[in-house]
Each structure stands twice: as C-alpha cells, then as structure tokens.
C-alpha cells in the first residue's frame, strides 16, 4: 500500500558517490531528497539537525541546482559585473560618458560568474560533508513509493530505499517545439550564460522576471533589446507606478515594448533572427532570448511509479505542509509553482523535513514572503499592493519617500529610488512595504520585520536611523503617511495620532 512500509530494513553500507556501479548495495536512509538546489538542501540538513539519516540525490555537474549553476546566482552575478563594468550607476555623478571599461567582453563578464558559482558548490558540498549528508550522483527514478534507482556513470541503477522523501526537482525552461533553439542566436534562460559575445541587438519573449531581468542587463550593455509580452502589462503582481518607473528608466536605456503581442515563431535566418507575431510584425534580431515560462522537471522521476501525477506543466501538488498526495512524499520548491524563488524554496525544504519528522514550525508560510526583482533598476516588495487592497475595500493611506531627497541617494547618485509605505487608515498598521531603486531587495526587511512583528507607522515615525543611509528613507515615508492621516482627521475633526 502507498505510504506504508512492509517490512523493516537494516541499513546497508553507504553509498556509491562517486558513480562506481555496487548493484548489490542496498542502502536505506530516513530521508531521500532528490535535488540539490535551495530546497533540497535545506531538507536535507533539516533532517541530519534533527538526527536523522538523509542523503540527496543530485545530476552529475549540477550541485547546488539550477540556483547556482544556471538560475539566481550566475544571474545576479552578471548583473553585478554589468552594472561595475558598464559603471552605469555612477552616470548621474561623473557624466554619461562614464565608463569602467569600453569593449566588454563575455570573458570579462563570465570571470566573475564562474568564480562565484565555484564558490557557492564548494560551499554547498562543505555544509552537507559536515552534516553528514551524502550526495549521491546521478538521476533518480521512482520504482515503487519506498524505492529510488539512481542511474550511475555506468548505467547500472543502484536501488535505494527510505521511509521519507522530499521531491525538490525544480524547473527547466519551457521549450515550445515551434522555436528552433540553438544555444547562440536562439536561446533560453540557461543557454543565454554561453553566449559568445553581447549581441547588438536582441528579442526577449516574455516579460516575466527572467525576461526583466536579462532585458535590463543586455541594455545596460548597450544591446539593443525589443521585449514581446502577450499580457498588457508587465509584471502585474507588482505595484503599478514602481511598474511603470521601471518601464520609463528601461525605455531610458533603449528597451522598446511590445505588449499585448503574442510570438507566434521565431526564424533563424543566416543574417540573423526574426521574431513573427501573431499581429504579423516581425521583429530582426541577433539574439532571442525565449523566456516564457519554465517546466517541473518531473518527466524523468517516474512519479507514478510513486503513485503521483503532475500537472501539464510538470508540478506536483502539495498540501500546506508540502505534503503530496502520498503521506510520506513531501514536494518543495519550484516543482510545486508560485512563487517559485530560491528564498521561499530554501524554506518549504526546511518546513517539509520538520513536519516529516514531528518537529515544530512556526506558522503557516504566509503573506510575508518578500519579491525581489533584479531589474536594473532593482524592485522589491512585502505585503499588499494599493489594487489588492483598493479591490478588497481596506482603508489605507499611502507614505512616499524618494532617494532624491535623502543625503545617501545624492552620495550615491540614484535621483529616481523610491520607498512607499502602505498604512491601514484606522489600525495604522504596515500592510506593504515597496521599494525601487538602490538596496531594494534588502531595504525591504526592514517593513518586513516590522509587519511580522504587528508595527504600526508609528514605531517607524519614532525610530532613529543611521544618517546618511537609504533606510531613513522609512521614517521619511512614514512621516508623510502620518502627515497625510492628520490632515484627513483635521478635516473630520477626530485627530487620532496614535494607533488605539
Ligand atoms: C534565470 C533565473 C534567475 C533567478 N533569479 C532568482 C532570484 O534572483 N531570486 C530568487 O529567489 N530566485 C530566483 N530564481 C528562481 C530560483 O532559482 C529557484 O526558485 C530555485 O532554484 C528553486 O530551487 P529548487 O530547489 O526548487 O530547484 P532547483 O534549483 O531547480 O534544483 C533542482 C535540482 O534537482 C535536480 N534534479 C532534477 N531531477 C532530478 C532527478 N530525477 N534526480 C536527481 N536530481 C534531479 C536538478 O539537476 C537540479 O539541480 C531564478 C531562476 C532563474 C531561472
Ligand atoms: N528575482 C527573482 O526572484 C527571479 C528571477 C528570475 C526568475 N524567477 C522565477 O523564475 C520563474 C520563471 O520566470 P519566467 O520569467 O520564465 O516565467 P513567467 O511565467 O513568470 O513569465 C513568462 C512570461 O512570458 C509571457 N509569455 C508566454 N508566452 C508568450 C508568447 N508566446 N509571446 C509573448 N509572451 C509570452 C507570459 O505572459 C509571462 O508574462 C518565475 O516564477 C520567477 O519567480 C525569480
């Protein structure tokens, strides 16, 4: 039966981790995660903290999962390279003109990326070493709900057995049969790291935060890009003017939109490449970058042998402990969909050990998961949004701060940063914390503790902060939302300074 084991096992030696073919190795641990990226790992060393027998099973040459090796870090670190080497961010202070470097090269770029993901593997290999957490190379496969084979270098599988499991799979670029990729002019999010050189100009397709974010780096670059995006907007989940802030400084930098396009193909010809829409535009570019949604990578795990199914687009569905249909099968991260970050998934590994084993969590994982996207400029956010909260009638005042007006943005030169505080009308609680420009994605914990703490704007009036920093950009929001309650409440005659 399903979830239920027939008969007691002793463990057997460990592990082939190095590949060699053992088929009469008979292994059985506590816990079997199948995937090393953020939510594996934290599984898996949840599960030896609490002194149980965990191993992770990951593919040849991609420890530390697509986070490390082709998704958020070599991602973040180019764009880190771009804005040092391009010496965008320093424009305002010392002219257009300003560069670090003129011709820049893959090479220049690529140095940095592969020195940080050498890093973080070996950091990643370190933490379960000493935790005592084998890695197991190779695929894995379901054979019945208590048994994995691992495929070996050799191609013999080596069965393994465990009581529990976490699926943190995670997610490929999806590839529609009608776009030829080829890894140079026709690309997708993984293959965009191997590009020989920064083409003159460029096609993303979809406008999710992939798309934003390589949009943003290639024009930085100087490359002409063209962004097609089906929906009328972009990034919806988003506040609206952070929104169209980002539009205005990415059309500054020459990026052209074209929403409410679908891409009906996508030629490869040999001086170049044409995007043809369903509108009947076509598009020349050298480059395209396909960047319209990814795919669990559930085809290979042979779930069904399991007794799961996944969805068309390859996840599995869980219940709030991260539970799936089967009690002792437990899918985190991506593979499970929204919101599908590295933060988040680094957590649901760690809930799913937990539960897996009996041990107490917090609660629920709620609302007060940060977004950062790594567009230049950045966005960050926590909470609601003034349309969520306008659709939901809550009565809510709103708290504006702009860099341009705090010493640090001059002294670091970012005239167009902003902070907006979002503040129940009555309760004067925080319930969302938006942030463009410089630091956003770590200005943003700030509102993120105090929400998760109940502050109200008040705790944020009365604080003392650092002086020259962007941080002071809170009080600055949360003086003008308190300015802003007076004069409602002098209107009415109620003056109501403090939360009741
Ligand atoms: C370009 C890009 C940029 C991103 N930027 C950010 C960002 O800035 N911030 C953020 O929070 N998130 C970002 N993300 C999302 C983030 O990378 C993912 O949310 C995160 O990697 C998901 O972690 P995971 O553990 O679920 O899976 P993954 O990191 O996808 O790891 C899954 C692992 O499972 C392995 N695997 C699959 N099948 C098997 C099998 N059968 N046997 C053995 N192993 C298997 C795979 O080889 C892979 O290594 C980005 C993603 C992309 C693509
Ligand atoms: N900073 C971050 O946290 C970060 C960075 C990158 C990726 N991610 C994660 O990776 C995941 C995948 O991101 P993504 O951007 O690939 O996917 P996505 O699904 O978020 O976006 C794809 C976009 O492509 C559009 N699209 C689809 N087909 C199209 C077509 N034929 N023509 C034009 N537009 C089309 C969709 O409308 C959508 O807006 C996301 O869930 C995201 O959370 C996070």
């Known amino acids: 039966m399903i979830g239920t084991r027939t008969a007691p096992r002793s463990p057997g030696p460990a592990p082939a981790v190095t590949g060699h073919p053992v088929r009469e190795t008979y292994v059985d641990y506590d816990l079997i995660v199948i995937g090393s990226g953020p939510a594996g790992q934290k599984a898996a060393i949840a599960a030896a903290k609490l002194g149980h027998r965990a191993a992770v099973v990951e593919r040849r040459n991609m420890v530390g999962g697509v986070c490390i090796n082709t998704g958020t870090i070599p991602s973040k670190t180019l764009r880190e ?121 460029m096609v993303v397709v979809g406008a999710g935060v992939i798309g934003i974010e390589y949009a943003s780096m290639f024009a930085a670059l100087g490359t002409k890009v063209t962004v097609v995006e089906k929906r009328p907007q972009m990034l919806e989940f988003c506040d609206l003017e952070i929104i169209e802030a980002l539009k205005y400084q990415l059309r500054d930098l020459a990026v052209t939109f074209r929403f409410s396009e679908s891409v009906r193909t996508v030629e490869r010809h040999t001086g170049g490449t044409l995007t043809v829409l369903e509108s009947g535009k076509k598009i020349p570019a050298e480059t395209v970058l396909y960047s319209a949604g990814r795919q669990g990578v559930t085809d290979t795990l042979d779930i069904g042998a399991a007794g799961l199914q996944a969805d068309a687009r390859g996840r599995i569905a869980v219940d709030e402990n991260f539970r799936t249909d089967v009690p002792h099968i437990y899918a985190v991260g991506d593979v499970i969909g929204f919101p599908a970050l590295a933060a988040t998934s680094m957590e649901q590994g760690r809930r799913a050990s937990y539960h897996a084993f009996g041990e107490a969590v917090g609660g629920k994982l709620g609302d007060l998961q940060p977004i950062g996207i790594y567009s230049i400029p950045e966005i960050s956010y926590v909470g609601r949004t003034e349309d969520e909260l306008t659709t939901e009638n809550v009565p809510f005042e709103v708290g504006v701060s702009r860099y341009r007006e705090l010493a640090r943005g001059a002294i670091l030169g970012d005239s167009y940063g902003m902070l907006k505080l979002l503040v129940h009308a009555e309760s004067r609680e925080l319930l969302g914390v938006h942030v463009f420009g410089t630091n956003a994605t770590e200005l943003v914990h700030i509102g993120q503790m105090v929400m998760g703490c109940g502050g109200t704007v008040d705790f944020l009036v009365d604080a003392v902060f650092n002086y020259p920093t962007l941080a002071e950009s809170y009080k600055v929001a949360a003086l003008d939302a308190v300015n802003k309650m007076r004069a409602i409440a002098r209107v009415t005659g109620r003056p109501q300074l403090f939360a009741e």
């Open 81 to 201: 390279a771009v804005l040092y080497l391009t010496g965008l961010n320093q424009r305002e202070l010392y002219g257009q003109a300003y560069r670090v470097k003129e011709d820049i090269t893959v090479a220049d770029l690529s140095a940095r990326t592969h020195h940080v993901i050498g890093r973080e593997i070996d950091v990643i290999r370190n933490q379960l070493a000493r935790n005592h957490v084998p890695l197991i190379a190779g695929t894995a496969r379901f054979v019945d709900p208590h048994t994995i084979e691992v495929d070996s270098e050799h191609g013999i599988p080596q069965p393994i057995t465990a009581d529990k499991f976490v699926i943190a799979v995670g997610t490929r670029p999806a590839r529609p049969a009608s776009v030829d990729f080829d890894g140079q002019t026709i690309v997708d999010s993984d293959q965009i790291l191997d590009l020989h050189h920064v083409p003159s100009s």
